[in-house]
């Protein structure tokens, strides 16, 4: 439709007329703003964390988990040189041989969400799970940050509240 | 001929060119959720009417 719309464009005397394919779907899912009455609830994309430690499948896991060490965290998350996910590096991987390669020892494709998924319901997965973090990324697997369950029950009860949050993109107002 | 851009490109031209962002779908579905600052413009009443207001020298996106 969007492609039809844009020949009529043209036909209307707009000479720089583009379509934008992948639309609102693709946008939402890159957590970008959006508006409108279904727009009302408090996102992923309002509570992540992007201080997300990162690796590369070339590194040694000494290396890596020295950093991991001192930014005081539990895991690394692999990604490309694009920053896709590839993997993660966490738990007693982190105590292997130093000179193993960080591809060698990494558990492959970690499970994502996107930042447009439902706060609340996300929070209550978590829990149910007995999970404390989860990736976060685009549609396209860029990593865009972790959403810690700590964190995101902060945030929620503070857009329940009603401080600062953005009724029209789901977004909060944080320092 | 019109050409199909991606996310980034959406973001470039509405930030720095004050590109017209339109979405084509029907009032109801625009209602519901569309991009933040777009304009609704449904294809059933695309006309020249429609448009008068409109610069057509600025860049137009379709969505």
Not at chain 1, 113 to 122: A, F, S
Not at chain 2, 2 to 20: D, K, M, N, P, S
Request: proline letters at 3%; hydrophobic letters at 40%.
């Amino acid at each position: 439709m969007s492609s039809r719309a844009a020949s009529r464009f043209e036909s209307l005397g707009f000479s720089k007329v583009y379509d934008y394919l992948p639309g609102k779907m693709d946008w939402a899912a890159a957590g970008l703003p959006r508006e409108g009455a279904s727009v009302s609830s408090a996102t992923v994309v309002a509570a992540i964390n992007k201080d997300t430690l990162t690796c590369t499948l070339d590194e040694r896991l000494g290396d890596v988990s020295a950093r991991v060490k001192a930014a005081n965290t539990d895991a690394c998350i692999v990604v490309s040189p694009e920053e896709i996910v590839l993997g993660r590096v966490r738990g007693k991987a982190l105590e292997g041989e130093a000179s193993a390669l960080v591809e060698d020892i990494m558990e492959s494709g970690p499970t994502t969400i996107r930042p447009n998924t439902d706060l609340d319901e996300t929070i209550d997965l978590l829990r149910s799970k007995s999970v404390d973090s989860i990736l976060v990324t685009d549609a396209n697997g860029k990593l865009l940050g972790t959403l810690y369950a700590d964190e995101a029950e902060l945030f929620r009860d503070a857009y329940g509240e009603g401080e600062d949050s953005c009724c029209c993109c789901g977004l909060l107002s944080v320092a | 001929m019109h050409t199909q851009i991606f996310r980034e490109e959406v973001q470039r031209l509405v930030e720095q060119e004050g590109a017209y962002l339109v979405e084509v779908l029907p009032p109801a579905e625009y209602e519901d959720e569309h991009i933040a600052g777009a304009i609704n413009l449904p294809l059933k009443t695309l006309n020249r009417a429609a448009v008068a207001g409109m610069d057509t020298s600025k860049a137009v996106i379709t969505y």
